[in-house]
């Protein structure tokens, strides 16, 4: 089975700019989590999607959205980019039919750098 | 709200030392617990997660770690270090119905010579 699958894999974009990130789950997963990892933060929850619907969202400004298609893809969107964003964005896979206490197989992330 | 904490951001062990990293969290219902490994430029890969079928939990790569309620701690150990397991570990938690994982600051281990 292919893992999970992120694009691009490294980005630089400059201040005031948007960028959307890709992720395409495992075969047969529908939920689709975010993180943001940076060096001082950690790993740091941003959304989680399920049947196109998010469950759950972390406490991030709404410069930060995503969204999920019906074939479970996902992606993320950062608006007005800021120094501040530059980070490694990790997406996750689960079956995520039930609890929400799956195992979460991860992507290898996009290195995003902000100019 | 659950929280996970990692005590000290490194770790060092040498070849064939006993690896214990240490990881406390705070649940107010039982919670899932989780540890993941992340090696340079990947993402995170699962070692081993404790559902409360057993206390003692073992993992991939000669990893176990053990839930203590009474301590609210989960820490991961491994009797004998590789040089391989040299990466960054993340404790993490999660909790039924919460659709979030929570992760700990983690832990980077260093294995010397």
């Known amino acids: 089975k292919a893992g999970v699958t992120q694009t691009p894999r490294y980005l630089i974009k400059t201040r005031g700019q948007q960028v959307t990130l890709s992720c395409s789950p495992i075969s047969g997963h529908r939920s689709v989590s975010w993180y943001q990892q940076t060096p001082g933060q950690g790993l740091q929850f941003l959304f989680e999607?399920?049947?196109?619907?998010?469950?759950n969202k972390g406490n991030f400004p709404g410069r930060f959205s995503g969204r999920q298609f019906s074939n479970s893809r996902s992606e993320m969107n950062v608006s007005t980019l800021e120094l501040g964003d530059s980070a490694l964005y990790l997406c996750a896979s689960s079956p995520g039919a039930t609890s929400g206490t799956d195992t979460q197989y991860f992507g290898p992330g996009t290195r995003l750098t902000v100019l | 709200a659950q929280s996970v904490t990692q005590l000290g951001s490194h770790v060092s062990v040498s070849e064939g030392a006993l690896v214990l990293l240490r990881c406390n969290y705070s649940s107010s219902v039982p919670p899932y617990l989780f540890w993941y490994v992340q090696y340079p430029n990947q993402g995170l890969q699962l070692l081993l997660k404790y559902t409360s079928a057993a206390t003692l939990v073992k993992g991939i790569n000669g990893f176990e770690a053990e839930f203590k309620k009474s301590e609210t701690s989960f820490h991961l150990t491994k009797p004998s270090a590789h040089m391989s397991d040299a990466a960054e570990y993340f404790c993490?938690?999660?909790?039924?119905?919460?659709?979030?994982?929570?992760f700990g600051a983690g832990t980077r281990l260093f294995v010397k010579a």
């Open positions: 999607y399920f049947s196109e619907t998010q469950r």
């Open positions: 993490a938690v999660s909790l039924t119905g919460g659709f979030k994982t929570i």
